[in-house]
């Protein structure tokens, strides 16, 4: 009964991952904080962590398979407009790659586990939200402001390198925990002038080689812990990972379509201030 109960938390955490992974609301806060409350060990946690985010981003690239197979045979066959595109996806990426290999060490010794950190970025990432949303140039009311609308990026095709490389350098700022990384790619992407949608699948496109790289140094660094013991846990996790990123990602861009990232910055506000009323109490 213990092993069916501890496969089920597995699943859980899974779940959770592929839910929170492209929300603008910390997939990693979620998974550490979750895990502590329902008292989930895996004995080599980092390494579940890591192979269930796997999970979540080839079910992104499975979504995008498509557009994904467009952009790789267009950039070796001297199509401007894809290699231009695979440009500012390098543009983007390059600034968490050579940041992320000089200080993500020195970052998670000081900051990671922390939770009173993921309660502060928490909130502070849901006011910059709304505020973000609040902008004029986010309505849709006034001649000025339909003049900024039109004005905005709405074609992954047409990102400057310049709009790409604010957006690289917010995703630096996922390295702080309960940060996001989707959250402050899109956001950064909005306050760059790119459309809320294409800010997403911009956010979409830059987390595949984000996380692929990611994971391969995680693996290098922790593979060795991986033990049979535990292998069906990952093996669950992987797969509720993978399942639940296909329905919330389709979900998400159907959301947008309509509304706004608004209730996404409430939820950030309302869970940091529960994750550090919870913290004080633990430490009381």
């Known amino acids: 009964m213990d092993q069916v109960w501890y496969l089920f938390k597995a699943v859980v955490l899974g779940v959770v991952e592929g839910i929170t992974e492209f929300l603008p609301i910390s997939s990693t806060a979620h998974l550490l904080i979750l895990g502590d409350w329902i008292g989930f060990d895996s004995g080599q946690f980092k390494v579940y962590e890591i192979v269930i ?3 979540s981003i080839l079910a992104v690239m499975w979504l995008y398979r498509q557009r994904l197979r467009e952009v790789i045979v267009g950039t070796f066959t001297g199509n401007r407009t894809e290699q231009r595109f695979t440009m500012n996806l390098i543009i983007a990426f390059l600034p968490a790659a050579v940041i992320g290999l000089l200080l993500i060490n020195q970052i998670n010794q000081l900051l990671d586990g922390k939770f009173m950190v993921y309660a502060f970025t928490l909130v502070l990432g849901g006011i910059i939200m709304l505020w973000v949303e609040r902008r004029p140039s986010m309505a849709k009311h006034t001649t000025l ?3 900024e609308l039109a004005h905005q990026t709405r074609n992954l095709e047409d990102i400057t390198w310049k709009q790409a490389l604010v957006v690289g350098f917010a995703q630096c700022l996922a390295m702080i925990p ?3 990384r989707s959250g402050a790619t899109i956001i950064s992407g909005m306050m760059a002038g790119i459309h809320r949608k294409t800010a997403t699948e911009f956010s979409f496109f830059l987390a595949m080689p984000t996380m ?3 994971t391969c140094l995680s693996l290098y ?4 812990e991986l033990s049979q013991s535990n292998l069906l846990a990952v093996v669950l996790g992987f797969i509720a990972a993978y399942v639940s990123a296909l329905v919330v990602v389709r979900a ?3 959301f947008l379509s309509n509304a706004s ?3 996404f910055g409430w939820y950030r506000i309302v869970f940091g201030i529960i994750v550090a009323l919870w913290a004080w109490n633990q430490v009381a």
């Open 53 to 55: 985010q796997l999970g």
């Open 145 to 147: 402001q339909e003049h």
């Open 178 to 180: 309960g940060t996001s």
């Open 212 to 214: 692929i790289a990611a």
């Open 221 to 224: 660094k922790h593979g060795g």
């Open 252 to 254: 998400l861009m159907r």
């Open 261 to 263: 990232y608004r209730p």
